[in-house]
């Protein structure tokens, strides 16, 4: 393998850690040994440290410190809210759950859960930019309808949805708005006021903060079961001693992308388009995915004709380019992108399509990298194909 080059575009998998959040995550550690739990001074500073990262959480998302609960993941964050919710509804009745097709597994699953205990769910269409219209959800409202989980910005192609639209809709006829933000808190002004929703779940690991931690915001008033039972941490909704450093490194990750949110989004939008526009230009037959003009500005999906992404992604592996595809194998057969099935693509454009997600460290030269290396790898591949054909 050759390892000279590497070039990690795939931030939406995971981002690397800023120094400074490296920085405090290992100052907590060494200097902070007290359970945040306990009343001795030990405690009560390692309580501070969990109260610090709750402003600059609650701050990211204009929300109030209180309203923002720790948990140890996005995954989580969805499972807490999506299962608290609709443990909360049952007693009402109100048991039947709206969410869309584009979804990430975290929700999608927790929902397939929550069926088999009895709960009704609708999974709405998207259109072919990924965008759930507003009327659409409206339509597929009733009476029984109590929670309703549209995402704030798509993992696979970026796609952002109209939330304070669609949660307008939802408070309409009094059901509850989840948004799974774990692609979009850190990467687009958020405020959870202005957007009108209940409960947002983000994930530290997406901008910059240790992996194994994330927050849900919870909306004062809004009723959820707590999922984790114990203890009486993060006011009787999450038990469990909280990860204190992974958590104080959340505050500082938070707190960074605030502060370069806008400058970020500019400069990583920019990179973003010279790639498209590069990749368009010199490699036939491919096509993007998403809505060019609603996307988070890090991300960009192509379909390359004729070729099995995973094969791609290999090759390009084999270059030191890490990207990623929504394809999932799956007993030995590559499973098509759910995401790209539900926005009305044919199997083959779900295998064929490639995820570029970049971030604060992407340089303009491994753009050009990436723009030069692809037309020769793709040109092989899909000459192999070629002869695979001939030869069946
Ligand atoms: N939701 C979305 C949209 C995601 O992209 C991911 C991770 O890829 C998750 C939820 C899960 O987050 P975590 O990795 O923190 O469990």
Request: net charge positive.
């Amino acid at each position: 393998m050759r390892t000279a080059v590497r070039i990690y575009l795939d931030y939406n998998a995971t981002a690397p850690v800023p120094t400074e959040v490296a920085a405090e995550v290992a100052r907590v550690l060494r200097e902070e040994p007290g359970n945040p739990s306990s009343v001795h001074a030990f405690g009560q500073r390692a309580k501070a440290c969990l109260d610090e990262a709750r402003q600059s959480v609650g701050a990211l998302i204009e929300a109030e410190p209180s309203e923002v609960v720790f948990t140890a993941s996005g995954t989580e964050a969805n499972n807490l809210a999506l299962r608290g919710a609709a443990e909360a509804l049952a007693v009402t009745g109100r048991r039947h759950i709206v969410t869309t097709g584009i979804e990430h597994e975290a929700v999608l699953a927790t929902l397939k859960a929550l069926e088999r205990q009895g709960c009704t769910v609708t999974i709405l269409p998207v259109g072919e930019t990924g965008v759930l219209a507003p009327d659409v959800l409206a339509a597929a409202i009733t009476p029984e309808t109590g929670l309703v989980s549209v995402m704030t910005a798509n993992n696979e192609v970026g796609t952002i949805q109209p939330i304070a639209d669609l949660a307008a809709v939802a408070r309409s006829h009094r059901a509850i708005f989840h948004t799974d933000a774990v692609q979009a808190a850190g990467k687009l002004p958020l405020s959870v006021r202005l957007l009108g929703i209940d409960l947002l779940s983000l994930s530290g690991h997406k901008f910059g903060s240790p992996k194994g931690v994330g927050a849900l915001w919870i909306r004062r008033g809004v009723r959820l079961i707590a999922q984790m039972t114990g203890g009486r941490q993060e006011r009787n909704r999450r038990a469990g001693t909280e990860n204190v450093s992974s958590i104080a490194g959340l505050g500082v990750a938070a707190r960074l992308a605030r502060e370069r949110l806008v400058t970020h989004a500019t400069s990583i939008g920019a990179l973003r388009d010279h790639l498209e526009r590069g990749i368009l230009a010199a490699v036939p037959h491919v096509a993007v995915n998403g809505d060019p003009a609603r996307r988070v500005a890090n991300t960009t999906n192509i379909s390359f004709d004729g070729i099995e992404a995973e094969s791609l992604l290999i090759a390009l592996d084999l270059e030191g380019i890490a990207v990623s595809t929504g394809s999932a194998c799956s007993s030995g057969s590559l499973e098509p992108s759910h995401v790209l099935k539900a926005m009305g693509f044919s199997n083959a454009r779900s295998r064929n399509s490639l995820r570029f997600s970049l971030g604060p460290s992407t340089k303009a030269e491994e753009v050009d990298a990436v723009i030069a290396t692809l037309p020769r790898l793709v040109t092989k591949l899909r000459g192999l194909g070629r002869t695979a054909g001939a030869v069946r």
